[in-house]
């Protein structure tokens, strides 16, 4: 699921059995983790649940360095496994090209 300002919802969403839930950049991706696998494990479905996201758009109008620490942040705290990286909601028009193929060249290039 993709839904914006979803951080209210992640345990309703979660409890659904979906497989992946997607996490806005207003939510902590660690604390959107484990809400995702509490919500799953009290629903008695399997866990760990995948998430998605969830780097703020509007980040890819910073630096290259803002944008490549802030991707970094977000990488780590997801872990290893069970996580898409992508935008916490759609890309702005007006963002550059060469801003957005950084950002998907820097999650292209990190390792655990």
């Known amino acids: 699921t993709y839904i914006k300002h979803s951080g209210a919802l992640i345990e309703r969403i979660a ?7 997607s996490l806005d950049w207003t939510v902590d991706m660690a604390e959107g983790r484990e809400r995702v696998n509490a919500a799953r494990k009290a629903a008695g479905l399997s ?32 872990g ?22 950084f950002f998907i060249e820097t999650v292209r290039n990190f390792r655990h």
């Open 15 to 21: 409890k659904t059995g979906v497989d992946v839930v």
């Open 47 to 78: 866990t760990p649940g995948g998430v998605q996201g969830n780097l703020d758009p509007a980040v890819l109008f910073a630096s290259q360095d803002v944008i490549k620490e802030r991707t970094h942040e977000i990488l780590k705290k997801a």
């Open 80 to 101: 290893p496994t069970g996580h898409v990286m992508n935008l916490g909601h759609g890309i702005e028009a007006a963002t550059s090209e060469e801003n957005a193929k």
